[in-house]
Nanobody, 124 residues
């Protein structure tokens, strides 16, 4: 079992930055592909970014490319999402997730473990 806890969310003005963190316990994250997803009110959960076990492979939804960066520190059992140039449309609850699957890293159905989420609100 893997327990995931997100932190770092909050209220920020448009154009600002936030760094989300995901702390894992229960098992080493080094064998997992890690993902960040988000869910805005009234909308379905959406893939944001993912990173493979080594950190050498990353994937992003088009709307965050060039603004968000996913990274990981396997020694610390941590995953991060650096979010720059935030826009109001980035407002959502952000979730960290883990999967042993390599294929389908953008598919939330592939993920086995989820955190409780951290809210991000970007004002105009």
């Amino acid at each position: 079992q893997v327990q995931l806890v997100e932190s770092g969310g909050g209220l920020v003005q448009g154009g600002g930055s936030l760094r989300l963190s995901c702390a894992a316990s229960g098992r080493s994250l080094s064998i997992y592909t890690m993902g960040w997803f988000r869910q805005a009110p009234g909308k379905e959960r959406e893939f944001v970014a993912a990173i493979n076990w080594s950190g050498r492979g990353t994937w992003y939804i088009d709307s965050v490319k060039g603004r968000f960066t996913i990274s990981r520190d396997n020694a610390k059992n941590m995953v991060y999402l650096q979010m720059n140039s935030l826009k109001p449309e980035d407002t959502a609850v952000y979730y960290c997730a883990a999967t042993k699957s390599i294929a389908g890293a953008t598919d939330h159905n592939r993920y086995d473990y989820w955190g409780q989420g951290t809210p991000v609100t970007v004002s105009f």
